[in-house]
């Protein structure tokens, strides 16, 4: 069964408003996660590694204060895009390690497509 | 940083072949390398890994091997069928130590009936 959960699977927004994507783990603790945007036929681009209890890290040319990231359980990390414009459209997946006897192994959440009307 | 290169970008077999995809990375330090399946839509779902202290895994029709002096990892299929039709990418992390993944720029293997 899944492993990491991720919610909305899809959400159409108008522009202007702000969208929130949840990324749970749903049988381990997740001290770090990771937000990807992936475009089609693309591969997935690091967004920002999320830590719980501080702030996120955000890869070069990711704007924080668009792309707002919250850890506040070890459970549990949330996106929220800002202000969406068309060009926020794309599919947003988050990644969580668990950890196992011989070392972490990395799953993914479902996604959430992203239509920004 | 770690740069992962994926070659070919596109692949297309005949149902019962074999189908290879190869992956070289830049930092020596790396040593978890997962390959992920994507279908269209759809989450990475992980079908092998690796570890640096193996130099090849396998799980029934799926392989990996590992070179780590030469930096660099391949996946293969024997007996491709139709579902194996999909995206493959390949990644590579220094487990452990944060496990961002740094990934390929991913294949689309097509398997023709």
């Known amino acids: 069964g899944a492993v990491v959960s991720q919610h909305p699977s899809w959400v159409i927004c108008k522009s202007g408003t702000s969208v929130k994507i949840e990324c749970r783990s749903l049988d381990f603790q997740a001290t770090t996660m990771f937000w990807y945007r992936q475009f089609p036929k693309q591969s997935l681009m690091l967004m920002a590694t999320?830590?719980?209890?501080?702030?996120?890290?955000?890869e070069q040319g990711v704007e924080k204060d668009k792309f707002l990231i919250n850890h506040a359980s070890l459970t549990l990390s949330t996106l929220t895009v800002t202000s969406a414009h068309p060009e926020d459209s794309s599919f947003y997946i988050c990644?969580?390690?668990?950890?196992?006897?011989?070392?972490?192994?990395?799953?993914f959440g479902e996604g959430s497509w992203l239509t920004v009307v | 940083g770690e740069n992962v290169e994926q070659h070919p970008s596109t692949l297309s077999v005949q149902e019962g072949d074999s189908a290879v995809i190869k992956c070289t990375y830049s930092d020596s330090a790396s040593n978890y390398f997962p390959w992920y399946k994507q279908e269209l839509g759809k989450r990475p779902q992980l079908i092998i890994d690796?570890?640096?202290?193996?130099g090849e895994k396998k799980d029934q029709r799926i392989a990996v091997t590992l070179n780590k002096t030469a930096k660099h990892f391949s996946l293969h299929i024997t007996e491709t069928q139709p579902e194996d039709s999909a995206v493959y990418f390949c990644?590579?992390?220094?487990?452990?130590?944060?496990?961002?993944?740094?990934f390929g720029g991913g294949t689309r293997l097509m398997v023709k009936p």
């Open positions: 690796i570890r640096s202290n193996v």
């Open positions: 990644a590579a992390t220094i487990n452990n130590a944060g496990n961002m993944l740094t």
């Open positions: 990644s969580a390690p668990r950890a196992g006897s011989s070392g972490n192994t990395i799953y």
């Open positions: 999320s830590n719980e209890g501080s702030k996120a890290t955000y």
